[in-house]
């Protein structure tokens, strides 16, 4: 089942030189929220919900975090494109949340199906957009990478590191943050902040030692170790968190022997 979710996913958007929304505004509607411990689908406190005009991930109605950390998929997965929302932080993480979940949210891309998901999984095999904000501690950039069950490569080098910094600002957290990410299936993914480019990165992959998040049953069942394609993920872990204005635009696959022009903001590694 797991190898079939995978290779029948590619799903692009026609209309291919438009943004186009992939929030309504009104409801969840192409969304579908596994929240570990829960089944499919499946949200019984509503961390995912919309009011007005606004996608929220709250824990108003948790009595208590126990590990639940979820995640809204997109039903349809995808390959090349770009992708753009703004996030603003909101309340505070839940007591008995992980420290490091304060202030901390972000997007995965190139998720694994969540119906491929175990029931007490609580992270995608996948790359997160990591979205942080201030806590008065020194310097946290945005718009780091993290990856659950990934490597990828940044100049023909294979980083198998769990966070590979970016170079945006510190922000703080009460405050709309608009991002995008230009994501060219296995070729590569560029991170932007406010309009300027802060990571990019080539080559995502399968982390064949499964570390943070277990690859193995991926792999038995076919998934192959490059990515090139997979569900977009909004992450709720803990801490509240607003999103709004979520769009993607497709992208025509570059020639594999064209590299990407690096921009003048480009990321230092």
Not at 112 to 122: E, F, H, I
Not at 134 to 148: A, H, S, V
Not at 238 to 251: A, S, T, V, Y
């Given at each position: 089942m797991i190898r079939t979710l995978l290779l029948a996913a590619l799903i692009l958007p026609s209309n291919a030189s438009e943004w186009i929304p992939l929030f309504n505004g009104k409801d969840l509607k192409g969304w579908t929220p596994k929240i570990a411990k829960q089944a499919l689908g499946e949200d019984p406190y509503r961390t995912f919900r919309v009011e007005d005009g606004i996608l929220k991930c709250e824990y108003d109605a948790y009595p208590a975090f126990d590990g639940q950390f979820g995640h809204l998929f997109t039903n349809f997965s995808y390959s090349h494109y770009l992708f753009r929302l703004e996030y603003k932080f909101t309340g505070k993480a839940l007591p008995d949340a992980p420290h490091y979940v304060n202030l901390n949210s972000g997007i995965m891309?190139?998720?694994?199906?969540?119906?491929?998901?175990?029931?007490?999984?609580?992270f995608p095999v996948?790359?997160?957009?990591?979205?942080?904000?201030?806590?008065?501690?020194?310097?946290?950039?945005?718009?780091?990478?993290?990856?659950?069950?990934?490597?990828?490569?940044?100049?023909?080098?294979?980083i198998t590191q769990h966070i590979v910094t970016s170079a945006a600002q510190t922000l703080d957290a009460d405050q709309w943050v608009p991002i995008e990410i230009e994501v060219r299936g296995n070729q590569e993914v560029i991170h932007r902040v406010n309009g300027k480019e802060v990571l990019r990165y080539q080559k995502p992959q399968i982390d064949p030692a499964g570390r943070i998040v277990s690859t193995k049953d991926l792999l038995k069942a076919g998934q192959g170790l490059q990515l090139s394609h997979g569900h977009i993920a909004l992450?709720?872990?803990?801490?509240?968190?607003?999103?709004?204005?979520?769009?993607?635009?497709?992208?025509?696959?570059?020639?594999?022997?064209?590299?990407?022009?690096p921009e003048e903001s480009e990321a230092k590694d």
């Open positions: 891309i190139h998720a694994q199906p969540p119906q491929s998901m175990t029931l007490q999984q609580g996948s790359l997160e957009f990591q979205f942080l904000a201030d806590e008065g501690k020194g310097k946290r950039p945005t718009g780091n990478l993290c990856t659950p069950g990934t490597n990828v490569e940044i100049k023909g080098k294979l992450q709720a872990e803990g801490q509240p968190i607003w999103f709004r204005k979520i769009e993607i635009k497709p992208l025509e696959p570059l020639d594999p022997l064209e590299p990407l022009e």
